[in-house]
């Protein structure tokens, strides 16, 4: 998980994953060990330049200062490039070794793929990929850049194989790895790097960047877990004499043999040496290749943050791919989110989440016959993150549900501990790319203190939420671009009034339908005094929460039945009822007794009556850990079975497991939580009563 890793972003690759914006790696290695000073400093400029026209960032990959560095400034590709330096080589192997020193590293193709792949990067632009060496039968010589395309999901945009290498063993060694390998042209032709043809084909080609792009989003929509290599043929004008390059390879690689070079240092070497015995006009060949990559590089990253931004986008857009045994078409069309407005069906556009985030600090005692009220009596006491919207975030993420979060925090100047922690924490932690976070200059990050006794109970707890006052239509309009590419949006009751306002309208118009989660007591009633229950289609409040929303919109106090299971179901029934005139569906949290919601054959575009509603029950738990992050879980859950398509019922006992899971962990949400343990079949492992 990434937040094991030392990573350090540039400003501009930061905001540009916070915000999902189009990034594409690059490795390092080209600088340091391709090609001599300052070929390798005027080159690397250029080819970020080119990527920027194409309207995505260039993510420069290296290793620096005991952290693996995502996005390098002018002054630290100098640094790589400079003769001076003493750069290392650095690949899969090496990565821990380099980290460890401090030293400086340029990454591999292996090792930027892993590099990008924790950063959320899906695009890599290198010059060409390495491969089976040639006479890899005395000497098993084969390059980690091929284990690594069959066990990282990125896909690496290159000239092919570089031609000092076996291209066919290569291409089999890469089927048997099950990564695609795709010619980016009219022909399947594979390139072989300073030539547009090897003599061996690609097992289909593609003409657009949309077709490229429409293969990586479909590879990411079925969770395979390998790479995929686009081989783009060197434009004629760079194209080299394929007999003059052999020629001065074989005299390369036999220089390698005598001179004992061997591993990682041999095609450096002949690299260079290939480009001496060629005049130079092997590296103008490299050069124009590498530019050529950069710009179909940055074309499929922008195609492919589009289609992540656009639901029902697993087609290819007019486009024809040809293979070897089929020809296949299809001409369905991907509009704008804006234009057409999505169904209150389920949707295949991700979550957006809108709401807090905080520190949570809790204590819990221990039993002790001797505890006092007034005295310090033994416990523990954990430091985790919460906050309801961060909570059902997280949810969303370890069910593939792959949500996008909008929360604040503290400002990062301010040199408060706890805006950094948590700062750090959505940024890293969750997943690259998952939160965007704005930070408050002078506010304190949210924080939630809670004490709980020795049975997990909780008996008080304190708030400190005056950042959540940001959350607000402004900030909301700031980003709007993330909410039009949403398939439903979930809010919680720490969104301010304008906030939850602007929210409910924007859903609205774009037909995106609104789950609404009332976080407390009275913060449950902003979805009446906002004026925008009428817009919300799903709400989750406990049996407080939902009587103080219908307080709220009859202008009068209810009393509580009392704690007994009857006088309990009997007040949530009476609630319900009270909420008839609403069109929106209550998922009903009721603790231990488990929830009230419509059941079998609920569809929540429809308003539900109140015979509809039946009591799910709660299942038995063997030992309660903690209640905290439960009904979250149960939100989180609930409405990622919903995203995936499951019938309500499925979706009601999906949330209930998830909140039964919750329960049993000290964490708020478990992280035993996979679509595996959530979304089973176990038809009695929840029961109606």
Known sequence: ??????????????????????????????????????????????????????????????????????????????????????????????????????????????????????????VFVTGGLGGVHRGVEHTMDVSADLTELGRTPVSVVCAGVKTILDVGRTLEYLETEGVPVITVGPTRDFPAFFTARSGFKAMCNLQTPQECAAVIHAKQALGLQNGAVFAVPIPPQYEADAEVIEKAIQQALSETESLGISGKEVTPYVLRRVAEQTQGASLASNVGLIKNNARVGAQIAVELARLQHTPNSIAVPNSTITTSATTSSSDASVCSVAQTPKSRQQSSGHPFVFGGSTVDITAREEFCESAQQGHTNPGSVTVSFGGVARNVTEVLHLLQAQPCLLTVCGGLEDNNPLNKLLYDHLCRDLRQ?????????????????????????????????????????????????????AGVACVDGNVAHSGLEALCEACDKLQIPVWFEPTSVTKARRVVSAGVLDKVQVITPNLAELRSICEALSGRSLRAYGDSEDAILTEARELIAMMEQQACTIVLKLGRLGVMTPGIGHNISRPARPQDYIHYLTPSVPRIASVSGAGDSLVGATLAAWMAGHAWDACVKAGMKASWLSLQSLSAISPALSPKSVFNEDSNFVKTA
């Open 1 to 122: 998980p990434m937040n094991r890793l030392p990573i350090r972003f540039s400003a501009a690759v930061r905001a540009a994953l916070r915000t999902r914006q189009p990034v594409v790696a690059l490795e390092s290695t080209i600088i340091s060990h391709g090609m001599k000073y300052p070929e390798n400093i005027t080159t690397a400029r250029a080819v970020e330049e080119i990527v920027r026209e194409q309207g995505a960032t260039p993510a420069t990959i290296a290793v620096m200062d005991h952290h693996l560095q995502i996005g390098l400034s002018p002054e630290q590709l100098e640094l790589l490039g400079s003769p001076s330096s003493t750069v290392t080589k650095t690949s899969r192997r090496d990565l821990p070794v380099v980290l460890a020193s401090g030293g400086l590293g340029a990454t591999t193709v292996a090792a930027t793929m892993i590099a990008a792949h924790q950063a959320g990067i899906a």
């Open 433 to 485: 790319g998952t939160a965007t976070v704005h930070t408050e200059p002078g506010c304190s990050a949210a924080v939630y203190n809670a004490f709980f006794d020795s049975a997990g109970d909780l008996v008080r707890a304190c708030g400190s939420m005056a950042v959540f006052d940001r959350l607000d239509a402004a900030l909301l309009h700031q980003h709007m671009p993330l909410l039009e590419a």
